[in-house]
């Protein structure tokens, strides 16, 4: 089945520490994408990938960083320099880049600062 | 910056009745998205409106999107607990989608 996997389903850090969210998808799209998203709100777009080795910064990037070696993977990484990380975390991919795309879902990662 | 707002945030129906749901957008743009979320779950593609004028139904739902008006609405038709969700509406720039807040709709008896 094609689609879009997200590992953790939930995960828990202690402040300090830096964690690893995982996206990967066999649906051979180009493009991918990190969200956030806080109770009762809509998506923020945190990073961006229209390429293998190339990312760009969304609207809330700071306190995150992410990686693109591979075309089915985006691994995200919620540093400690992020305050307030506890929200749910949506992957995402499409065809191409952009918003002219549409863009397909992972389950989700719910993070919760301890 | 594009701003996508949604009205109403929540709507509470009663089953059987019509009800709607606008998303207004404020910038130029032909690529209008609605998805559904259902607690605590990732998000649903419903439709996928391309250009003025473009309507899509599907079941109890039908989306419509006005680019002039720069307004999409999501008509429900005979609401049922089913459709119970927070629904989004999306905007497609050339650089990104942006969402609206949601609109929660809860459908009672």
């Known amino acids: 089945d094609g689609g879009i996997t997200q590992s953790p389903k939930y995960l828990f850090r202690k402040e300090g520490q830096n964690v690893t969210l995982s996206c990967e998808q066999n649906?051979?799209?180009?493009?991918m994408y990190w969200y956030r998203q806080d109770p009762g709100q809509g998506l923020r777009l945190i990073y961006y990938?229209?390429?293998?080795?190339?990312?760009q910064k969304g609207d809330i990037a700071e306190g995150y960083s992410v990686s693109r070696e591979k075309k089915e993977s985006f691994p995200l990484t919620v540093t400690s320099a992020q305050k307030n990380p506890t929200a749910f975390y949506l992957c995402?991919?499409?065809?191409?880049?952009?918003?002219?795309?549409?863009?397909?879902f992972g389950p989700g990662t719910r993070l919760t600062v301890l | 910056e594009l701003k996508v707002e949604q009205n109403p945030l929540f709507l509470s129906m009663q089953e059987g009745k019509n009800y709607t749901i606008y998303c207004n957008y404020s910038t130029t743009s032909d690529r209008l998205y609605w998805y559904r979320q259902d607690p605590g779950k990732s998000l649903e593609s419903l439709f996928v409106?391309?250009?003025?004028?473009a309507v899509k139904q599907e079941g109890r739902l039908m989306a419509s999107l006005d680019t002039k008006a720069r307004l999409s609405t999501l008509h429900i038709t005979a609401a049922v607990h089913d459709l119970s969700a927070t629904y989004f509406c999306a905007v497609g720039t050339a650089s990104k989608l942006t969402f609206g807040t949601g609109t929660r709709l809860q459908v009672t008896l």
């Open positions: 990938s229209q390429i293998v080795n190339d990312f």
């Open positions: 995402a991919s499409s065809m191409g880049g952009g918003g002219y795309n549409e863009q397909f």
């Open positions: 649906l051979n799209h180009d493009a």
């Open positions: 409106l391309l250009s003025n004028g």
